[in-house]
């Protein structure tokens, strides 16, 4: 039972790189999302998704891009990384009712950005 | 807006001494309640869930935590820490958006455990 799968573990970007981070669940989940973590910051939500072909912003959008073109797959773009994108990056899943349902997350993929 | 206030970034506690870690929530509407926990170099995993009911919720690894909706607060305890509960505790709420009829799940700025022997 894979859960929620993230890849790459880990990753040093240059500024400037491109990069797509990868996230699979196989639990048939609707809701989809990308947070970073900051240390002393908690977890920020970067983008969501409620279902195959919809997508829309969280608190910090900036400098991503998502897609959804399945129910398993939520892949979060960097186009021009920057040194503020170094962070740790979490996606989770959760069943179709969303709000009293509990998250499963990925376990992180550490982003370094030099 | 909605948001979910840790003041604690770091508690240290002595093994068997009791806990409580702090949180409390703003919101407008109803919300659902979480504490997630994360041991190092992995992902959040559930401790527990406040939805509807009893006010006082028991969780994984003898945890427990109580809504107390006129203070906006749903702290978290344990009567007696091991060394294996050193990890980093997040509170969230989950509100259910209008704009775009979905929920989003709001985290706190999570608390650092620190268990010593």
């Known amino acids: 039972n894979a859960g929620v799968t993230q890849t790459p573990k880990f990753r040093i970007l240059k500024i400037g790189q491109s990069m797509t981070l990868q996230c699979a669940q196989d639990m048939n989940h609707n809701y989809m999302y990308w947070y970073r973590q900051d240390p002393g910051m908690g977890l920020k939500l970067i983008y969501y998704?409620?279902?195959?072909?919809?997508?829309d912003k969280g608190e910090v959008p900036n400098g991503y891009n998502v897609s959804r073109s399945t129910t398993e797959d939520f892949p979060l773009r960097l186009e021009l990384a920057a040194p503020s994108q170094t962070s740790v990056y979490f996606c989770?899943?959760?069943?179709?009712?969303?709000?009293?349902?509990?998250?499963?997350f990925g376990q992180g993929t550490r982003l370094t950005v030099v | 807006a909605q948001s979910v206030t840790q003041l604690d970034s770091q508690v240290p506690v002595f093994e068997e001494a009791p806990v409580e870690l702090r949180c409390n929530y703003s919101s407008s509407v109803s919300v659902y309640l979480f504490w997630y926990v994360q041991y190092p170099n992995q992902g959040l995993q559930l401790l527990l869930k406040?939805?509807?009911?009893?006010?006082l919720v028991k969780g994984i690894n003898g945890f427990e935590a109580e809504f107390n909706k006129s203070q906006t607060s749903f702290h978290l305890r344990k009567p007696s820490v091991h060394i294996s509960d050193t990890a980093e505790y997040f509170c969230?709420?989950?509100?259910?958006?209008?704009?775009?009829?979905?929920?989003?799940?709001?985290f706190g700025s999570g608390t650092r455990l620190l268990v010593r022997p």
């Open positions: 998704s409620v279902g195959a072909g919809i997508t």
């Open positions: 406040y939805l509807s009911g009893s006010t």
């Open positions: 989770a899943s959760s069943y179709p009712l969303g709000g009293d349902t509990e998250a499963f």
């Open positions: 969230a709420v989950s509100v259910f958006s209008l704009s775009d009829s979905s929920y989003k799940l709001i």
